[in-house]
């Protein structure tokens, strides 16, 4: 494709010209079109160029580029557009006469209108005029060098005629052109700096300008997108020379090589990895270590289905999530926004200084410092943006905060009423999330069995003793394990001192035994229900089973996972981790300690892997073992696991409702709904965040909220959708996070834990109104619609309203009374 194709083909059909309906007049046609040219801008004139060969019809495409060349080859003026209509028209067709178009095109280059210039210099960058004779060329080469040097010229004018000089010219004239853009890149004016750049990239040098193009890629304008894409262009090239260099050097060791140390089974893996690397389909996409880590992880995972290899990367997400839950910075859970593209704050850490800042969910902070959170292909990678939040404490870091209703224009150019200055400080990820529920009931999340797991339960069971507690739901759900000592301090809160929570059984070591250390912070009478579920799994299975062994709790839910092994993470000889100087003595590094020894000179510090291996299993205080068990062949043999006293299940949504749902959540109405509805009506939201009562009509605006929804959900589970936003918004309000998922209302889990924890407390449900009104009397998990029993009337509002969605499967458009009518036989089956 020639530059002049590229260049039209960008160009929308805009420009209002009339296409004739007699496409084989192409003399008149074209005629025409010169005439319509004359009061056009230049963009327009691109535009008719796109217009007329489609005008033409593909079947008179040669006819057309006759009447082009005899209107070229004329003896009569035309106008500079004319003359750039035609050439355009003509270039972007089949073998152009490229000394008729110099001899119309060259007098453009003396013309006083300077745009008129630079559009005639892009033309002559097409490939066409390389086949000029020398003197020609020699000619149009001089003049166009003339114009890139002159400057008194445009920028704009000699930057395009530097590029089109780099594109015909030779060696000499390549230097000359670069020169020319290489004046403008070292310019004091960003705009001057900015063209420069993209001129030079444009020749395919991103090297030279890569500061300035990288600087313009943070800047979401065109410009901006321009360098981003040259950027990317570059990095495309590089990975593919890159790859072809490691296929010859792979081909050159395939032929030279025979011998690996005389270790033959080395030989067979260098052997795989090559023919991997020279001949696989997806090859070109692994690298050596990521095929040497595939085959280290499948070593382990041989042993056993929870034994496996660690690459540095994934010790280091562990050991932040689970062994050091602890770091320096602001306290937020953030992420990107689908809807905006934007970095928010999903959530605030409500013991941290971010929160005490001012900071609350979906926030966007839009600049750190003097640093954009976005560039023009959106936000910048979530790993870069976190590492500028984090750092020392006591050190300060300034964030400019957008929020929903003010100015977007304000997302690019901050002011400085946004920004917010916060000292960071030493943030523990809590691991629970709690809430009093009516009667006196505490439902405490424990996610994880972190370092802090045992502190923070009981640090939020203190608080709900003294608030009155009766009794507690020890929610385990989501929780998948962690540390083997924390497991045993967690059922410490609930076991005398010097009870046996566990036994690990190795192949290599006497059996050890894991005892209660000191006296309870729950008495013995005050009733436990522990939450468990398919997911909960090793550390939750001792707690539970434990419990459930003492008879100490009555165990809630689903069978659990069934993980009663202990793995333990080993160095791997001669795989160090970095050393670095333990400023606050922590015993793990933090972003602003000092390295001592960067073994692979990065410049971070870097783990070294782990061997993530099957040591022993545990056994519970009765003896048994919750492990799954599996035969040589891999079938099943025990399920395992912690069989719940009382089973519920959680509530299920049909998969139409789910999709309604979705589609709710992502038009943002509800949003929007709070958005406007939330500070005004605060009060009767927190008195709705306590509890509903089921009832719609608590909330602010329900009905006119229900309509502009357009769903066929009942009011009902609109509500609860609702009533899940409302929870997560209060969450700002009250400084503490809810546990996660549906409340007491809505949850079948918690409803029968509390069913349970009332039953031993000898409370009637009937006594709590919170209770009595919304618990179901059957599980929502349980309730399935069949047509037994519905009745004659229901039944057949259901068949019209089948019939109603067939006709409209085959392309019948409803009424709006049809879609009533589908409605009302719904409702009718929701409201049976």
Do not use: C
Request: proline share 5%; aromatic share 6%.
């Amino acid at each position: 494709m020639t530059n002049v194709s590229a260049l039209l083909l960008t160009l929308a059909l805009s420009a209002p010209i009339p296409l004739r309906e007699d496409p084989l007049d192409l003399a008149a046609l074209v005629a025409e079109r010169l005439a319509a040219v004359q009061s056009l801008s230049l963009e327009e004139v691109w535009q008719a160029a796109v217009a007329l060969p489609a005008a033409a019809g593909e079947a008179d495409q040669g006819a057309l580029e006759k009447a082009l060349d005899h209107e070229l080859a004329a003896e009569r003026d035309l106008s500079p557009r004319a003359v750039l209509f035609l050439a355009a028209v003509r270039l972007a067709g089949t073998e152009p006469d490229a000394a008729r178009l110099n001899t119309r095109l060259a007098p453009l280059l003396d013309a006083g209108d300077e745009q008129i210039v630079k559009a005639a210099v892009l033309l002559f960058a097409d490939r066409t005029f390389f086949t000029l004779r020398d003197d020609d060329r020699e000619a149009l080469a001089k003049k166009i060098s003339e114009i890139a040097a002159d400057g008194n010229r445009a920028p704009e004018v000699r930057l395009a005629a530097a590029s089109t000089l780099h594109a015909q010219g030779g060696g000499s004239a390549q230097r000359e052109a670069r020169a020319v853009m290489g004046e403008f890149l070292k310019s004091s004016q960003p705009r001057l700096r900015a063209l420069g750049a993209l001129a030079l990239a444009q020749t395919g040098d991103t090297e030279t300008p890569r500061t300035e193009l990288e600087r313009l890629a943070e800047i979401p304008d065109d410009n901006g997108r321009l360098a981003a894409s040259y950027l990317k262009q570059d990095e495309l090239r590089r990975i593919y020379d890159r790859r072809q260099k490691n296929i010859l050097e792979y081909a050159k060791k395939a032929a030279g090589e025979t011998n690996l140390n005389g270790n033959p089974d080395m030989q067979r893996m260098e052997q795989l990895m090559r023919l991997i690397e020279t001949t696989s389909l997806e090859g070109e996409k692994k690298t050596r270590d990521d095929l040497i880590t595939a085959a280290l992880d499948g070593m382990m995972r041989s042993l056993d289905e929870h034994s496996s290899y660690l690459t540095p990367k994934a010790f280091k997400d562990m050991a932040q999530d689970l062994l050091n839950p602890d770091y320096g910075g602001i306290g937020a859970y953030v992420g990107e926004d689908r809807d905006d593209g934007l970095f928010t704050i999903r959530q605030p850490i409500y013991s941290g200084p971010a929160y005490r800042a001012g900071l609350h969910s979906d926030d966007k902070i839009v600049r750190i410092d003097d640093w954009p959170t976005f560039t023009s292909r959106g936000s910048r990678p979530l790993e870069d943006i976190i590492k500028r939040l984090k750092g020392k404490p006591g050190t300060t870091v300034k964030l400019y905060v957008w929020r929903r209703g003010m100015d977007s224009a304000l997302i690019e150019r901050p002011t400085e009423d946004m920004a917010v200055e916060i000292v960071r400080e030493e943030i523990t990820i809590p691991p629970v999330k709690a809430d009093l529920l009516p009667g006196g009931i505490a439902h405490i999340e424990l996610t994880t069995f972190s370092r802090v797991a045992t502190a923070e339960v009981v640090k939020q069971l203190r608080e709900f003793k003294a608030a009155g507690m009766r009794a507690v739901i020890l929610d385990l759900r989501q929780n998948s394990g962690g540390l083997l000592d924390q497991a045993r301090d967690v059922a410490n809160i609930f076991l005398p001192k010097r009870k046996l929570v566990v036994t690990t059984e190795s192949r290599v070591e006497d059996p050890i035994p894991y005892y209660t250390q000191k006296d309870p912070l729950i008495p013995e009478d005050m009733p436990v229900a522990v939450l468990v579920s398919r997911f909960s799994a090793s550390a939750s299975e001792i707690v539970s089973g434990a419990l459930q062994d003492y008879q100490r709790a009555v165990i809630v839910g689903q069978r659990t996972y069934g993980k009663g092994s202990v793995q333990q993470l080993l160095k791997i000889p001669g795989e160090d981790d970095d050393q670095f100087v333990d400023e606050n003595q922590n015993d793990h590094f933090d972003s602003w300690e000092v390295l001592k020894k960067d073994w692979n000179g990065n410049g971070e510090f870097d783990f070294g892997p782990r061997a993530r291996m099957t040591i022993s299993r545990y056994k519970l205080p009765s003896g048994r073992s919750i492990h799954r068990e599996f035969d040589e062949e891999g079938k099943l043999v025990s399920e395992g696991g912690v069989v719940p006293d009382v089973k519920a299940d959680p509530r299920r949504f049909d998969a139409w409702k789910l999709e309604e749902f979705r589609r709710i959540l992502s038009e943002r109405k509800i949003r929007d709904y709070l958005d406007q509805n939330y500070k005004t009506h605060q009060a009767a939201f927190a008195e709705i965040v306590k509890g509903d009562l089921d009832d719609t009509s608590r909330y602010p605006g329900f009905d006119e909220l229900y309509t502009s929804l357009q769903t066929t959900l009942s009011k009902a589970d609109v509500r609860y959708l609702l009533r899940r936003e409302v929870r997560g918004r209060a969450q700002d309000d009250r400084g503490a996070a809810f546990p996660e998922g549906d409340d007491y209302e809505d949850d079948p889990m918690v409803q029968a834990a509390i069913r349970s924890l009332l039953e031993k407390l000898g409370t009637p449900l009937s006594t709590i109104p919170h209770y009595a009104v919304t618990f179901d009397a059957v599980d929502k998990a349980g309730e399935r619609l069949t047509v037994a029993n519905l009745s004659d009337a229901v039944r057949t509002e259901l068949r019209h309203a089948l019939t109603l969605l067939d006709e409209a499967k085959s392309g019948a458009r409803l009424s709006p009374d049809h879609w009533a009518e589908i409605e009302r036989a719904l409702k009718a089956v929701l409201d049976r």
